[in-house]
Each structure stands twice: as C-alpha cells, then as structure tokens.
C-alpha cells in the first residue's frame, strides 16, 4: 500500500487515493465549521508587503473545506476573495490566446473523446507545413500572437518530429505586422528526452490534462493506447520539468468523475510541483466535457452546474493564487463573463476545434474536436472584454525575457506587475487595436487605454509607455516590451 508523499516521484504517493478519501471525509465533518471557514478565508486573502502582495495560498484540505461548504455568505465571501486576489496580482489584464489543431490523427481510445481510434465517423487530417502556414497566417490575420498546439497520440502520424517541424514553421512566419510570439503545446505525455526536443524548440508552456485523478476512473476511461498508463500520464509533468521546461499547465476534465475528487487531487498535483520542482504549476485549465461527434456528454454522469463550476474556479484561484487560469470556448459568453471575474487570467477567442479550420469557411467542421460555445469573432471578443472592464493582453514578454517558472512568480510577489505586465499590456493592445480591430472596436479600446496608463504607478515607466504607444500608433514598429 503506498503512502502519502507529496515529495516522491511516483504517481500514487503525490496524489494519493486514501489522502483525497481522507480530504473528502474532513471537508464534509467540517463544512459548517465557521471558526475554521473564517480561519481558512482569512488566510486565503492577500495580504500587504512593501510595495506589492503576496498570497499563502490554501492546501488542498483547507480549500476542499470552503468547496464543500454551501452557506450562500461564505460563497459570497470566496468570490469576493478570488477577485481581489485577481485584481491583486493580475490586476485586469486577460491574455488572449488561439488553439491550433495540428492532427487529429490518434491511436488511443479515450472514451470522452472524439479523436478515439474506434472513430470512423471524424474525419481523420494532420496539416502539411504549408497548410500549417495557411493557418497561422488566418490567426495572425485576425491579431492572435499566442497560441496553444493540439494534437492526438499517434506515433507513426504525429512523432515529436512532425510537431518540432510544425512549431518551426510557427515561428518562421512573418505576415504583416503579425508573428505568433509565444507556442504553448498541448500533446500527450512523452519522454524526458522528447520534453528536452520541445524545450530546445522554444515552447513557452507544456499543457497536459489529467482527465481525472481517479486511478480506477482513468483506467476505463482510457482502456487502450499509450494514455491507458495512468502512472506515466500523471508523472508527465515531472519527466517536462526535467527536461528544462518551467512552465506546465494542469487541468482535468469536469464531468468524468466526482468534481470534490478532481478538485482536491488537482491541489495535490500542484502542491506536488511545488514540493518537487520549488515552482507550481503555471497554469490550470478547467473544461468541461462537450459533445462531439461519437460522443455525447450526458452518458458522463458526474457533470456539473454552472453554479459549481464557478465555485470551483474560485476555490481554485484562493488555492494558488500566483498560478494563471485558462477558459475555453467550450464555455457560452455568459458563463466566461462571471468567471473572469473569479479568477480567469487567460482566454481563448475565435477557436476552431478542427484540423484547418481556420481557413475552412463554415462551422461545423467535420475534424471538429468539440462543439464550441463562444463563436464570436476576435474582435467581439476583445471589444466585450474592454467593455466588462479588462484589458485583453496580447503579450508575451515574461517568456521572451526569460521571466518564467519562479522568475515569472517572483515579478507577481514583488509588485512589479502594474510597473511591467500593465503597460506591456496596453502597447500590445494598441499593436491589435491599430492592425486588427474594427472602427467600433479601436473606439472602445483607445478610450480605455488612456484611462489605464494613468494606473501606471513609476512615471518614467509610465512616460515610456505613451511614447511607445503613440509610436506604434503613427509607425509600423511593433513589439516594444518592458
Ligand atoms: N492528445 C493529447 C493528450 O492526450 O493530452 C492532447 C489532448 S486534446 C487535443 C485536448 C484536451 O481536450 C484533452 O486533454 C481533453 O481533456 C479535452 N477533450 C477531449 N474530448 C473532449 C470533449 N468531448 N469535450 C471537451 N473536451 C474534450
């Protein structure tokens, strides 16, 4: 029987099942238990240091406590928690960012999902180079700078060659005043050697989601192909972090198993990451299941309201509040809308889930990954987002400045972001605003930023940023950066 051990390498003794049982049992004795709730709220909230905040964070017992606690006031409290810890080292940037779905060509058989091998019914593609260039160059067409790849497990089809190849060409293209500055990779757990491949390659984030934490779970939701290794998928992100790269993103899929489970293993794994590597995970990602050709959502049976998925994300930002949270288009405008302001700090906008379906015309397609619910257009995206107060961010600095893993969270507890991410900020968004947006979209956008430069607290930064904005207004240069 292994024991618990958020320090050891092996999958079951960092996340480990009895310790989740445990954190279950504890969370229910003690969901009406005020003097710990206020305890634990307190200690979730950021607190003052110097010029800046910092955060203790929650462990994965005492945010399961708030999580299966249902008092409306204490629900209140937590959201209001997540939005200060937000505002406080986020402040109301929101970066934008694109998927980009190379393959869909795989040789596992989740069952949730459509790329299954089983499938005859998807149409199966993986990009050549120049369709790969077609699409990058509708994504910078229409202003994103950052983009996240996809792709199935299929060795013969799509090997880390096939996936170096593509990311070069990424990064090759210069189309206008486009360039995708930062290539984030969503592909399926591989070797240490391959992560060295991916790193040299300059991948900015290594994203991979656990599905669900649930050995037993895992095991029939994935019953064939390489991810049926439940130890070799949950031990990914130690194996990437050995291979040099700092930043991972984490996520499970909601609606497989028993969200409290998922919830407490996800802490888990981050506190892993912490306690291993001394850098948490960059990033967690929150979807939900969604139908898809073969596949429909309601034989999952553990889905979730939106009520408690909003929670969750909540929970999630008091837990680790230096790590960023990533929505997706599975999630209607409405839902996004709340949840940004819970503790979101990235999303994506225009996404296609299909393999060339950014120079494919009409949804839907029929590579399609999942049905995605916000269809709007980048620019409405953008526009929406100004207008519900945040400021959407094309940057992609810190990871061109060498500012990642522990850098990237040193500059959030020093209070540099305002002096840094902020302007940063706004001069990307004025490089989309001039090249990209529509008439409508450029009003809404100018107005704001100048309301924000004032936010900028140092006045030499602040000087600098005008100047640099008015240049990117009456020039072609592009890409100035603190
Ligand atoms: N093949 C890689 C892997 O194994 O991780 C890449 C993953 S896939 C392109 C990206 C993610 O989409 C999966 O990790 C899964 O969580 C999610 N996904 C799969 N089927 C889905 C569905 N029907 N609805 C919503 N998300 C789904």
Known sequence: MANYNPKSLKAEEFIHDGEILETLEYAEANKNNMELINSILEKARPQKNGNGCVCQGLSHREASVLLACDDPSVNKRIAEIAEEIKLAFYGNRIVMFAPLYLSNYCV????????????????????????????????????????????????????????????????????????????????????????????????????????????????????????????????????????????????????????????????????????????????????????????????????????????????????????????????????????????????????????????????????????????????EVVKWLMECGHIPSFCTACYREGRTGDRFMALCKNGQILNCCHPNALMTLTEYLVDYASEETKKVGFELIEKELEKIPTDKVRDIAKKNIEDIKNSNRRDFRF
Not at 133 to 141: F, N, P, R, S, T
């Open 108 to 379: 596992n058989g989740c069952v949730y999902c459509p790329y299954h091998m089983k499938n005859k019914s998807i149409a199966r593609k993986k990009l050549t180079q120049e369709e790969v260039k077609a699409e990058v160059i509708a994504l910078q067409d229409m202003g994103h700078k950052r983009l996240a790849i996809e792709a199935g497990e299929d060795p013969v089809n799509n090997p880390i060659e096939y996936i170096l190849e593509c990311i070069k060409t990424i990064y090759s293209i210069n189309h206008k005043n486009g360039a995708i500055r930062r290539v984030n990779v969503n592909i399926a757990a591989t070797t240490v050697e391959n992560y060295r491949k991916l790193k040299e390659a300059g991948i900015g984030t290594y994203i991979l989601f656990q599905e669900t934490y649930h050995k037993e779970s895992y095991l029939k939701l994935h019953p064939t192909g390489p991810k049926h290794d439940y130890a070799y998928h949950t031990e990914a992100m130690d194996r990437a972090m050995e291979g040099g790269i700092d930043d991972v993103g984490l996520g499970v899929l909601f609606g497989l198993e028993l969200y409290k489970y998922e919830f407490a293993g996800l802490l888990m794994h981050a506190e892993h990451l912490e306690a291993v590597h001394g850098v948490g995970p960059h990033t967690i990602s929150v979807p939900r299941i969604k139908k898809a050709n073969d596949i429909d959502p309601n034989v999952f049976d553990n889905s979730i309201s939106d009520e408690i998925f909003e929670k969750i994300i909540a929970c999630i930002r008091l837990a680790v509040p230096y790590t960023g949270m990533i929505i997706s288009t599975r999630e209607s405008e409405e839902v996004r809308g709340k949840v940004l302001n819970m503790g979101i700090s990235q999303i994506s906008g225009a996404s296609r889930t299909s393999v060339g379906g950014y120079t494919e015309e009409e949804r839907p397609h029929d590579s399609e990954q999942f049905d995605v619910s916000d269809q709007r257009t980048l620019d």
